[in-house]
């Protein structure tokens, strides 16, 4: 059998104690019950750190205290959010997703002729201006337009038609959308 450690009998004449200091500090019943359990089980843990013959109540309450002033620190931190609208707020969407989304993207922009894919990255992505674009493709602004329209329409079909999934598996020339009214014979600038 084991032998009995003198806090179960010292322990329970204090509950009273701390349960009414609880219940002043807190002003909350139920508060105040947490309170005095999570002190004397913090007590329990720790009861080779007291030393016999001191003040067993004043180590008690200043386990209470100490256990309420960290409480309050945590309440301090803490947000109220019953609907979950603050942690929808922290939420992040996943990156592969916008990863995956940019390499179809660049894989449409590789189906568009040469021309085209070049006015449109210029324009588009560069922020060149429509007369700096022309005059680095040595060509007029109506072209640049035209290229930038026409690979704008290709894109979007490329991209709304999922082409670019099947592009992977057909060769590179094969793989070419053409818009309406570019013909073989017309002449592109070269990227």
């Not at 004043?58 to 209470?64: S, V």
């Not at 793989?175 to 009214?181: F, K, L, Q, S």
């Amino acid at each position: 059998m084991t032998e009995r450690h003198p806090f179960h009998v010292l322990l329970p004449q204090h509950a009273q104690a701390l349960r009414g200091r609880a219940l002043k500090l807190t002003s909350n019943q139920h508060r105040a019950e947490d309170l005095v359990q999570e002190t004397l089980l913090k007590a329990w843990t720790n009861r080779d750190s007291y030393r016999p013959g001191t003040n067993l109540r004043a180590w008690l309450f200043t386990i209470l205290r100490n256990t309420l002033y960290s409480d309050w620190r945590k309440f301090r931190r803490e947000v109220q959010d019953v609907d979950g609208a603050c942690a929808r707020a922290l939420a992040e969407e996943p990156r592969q997703e916008h990863a995956l989304a940019l390499k179809e993207l660049i894989s449409a922009i590789a189906l568009l002729p040469d021309g085209q894919r070049r006015s449109l990255v210029m324009t588009a992505a560069y922020g060149f201006s429509q007369l700096e674009a022309a005059n680095a493709c040595d060509c007029s602004v109506g072209t640049i337009k035209s290229r930038v329209s026409r690979g704008r329409s290709a894109l979007n079909r490329v991209l709304a038609d999922d082409q670019v999934a099947h592009s992977a598996r057909m060769p590179r020339d094969r793989g070419r959308v053409r818009p309406t009214g570019q013909h073989h014979g017309e002449a592109v600038a070269v990227m």
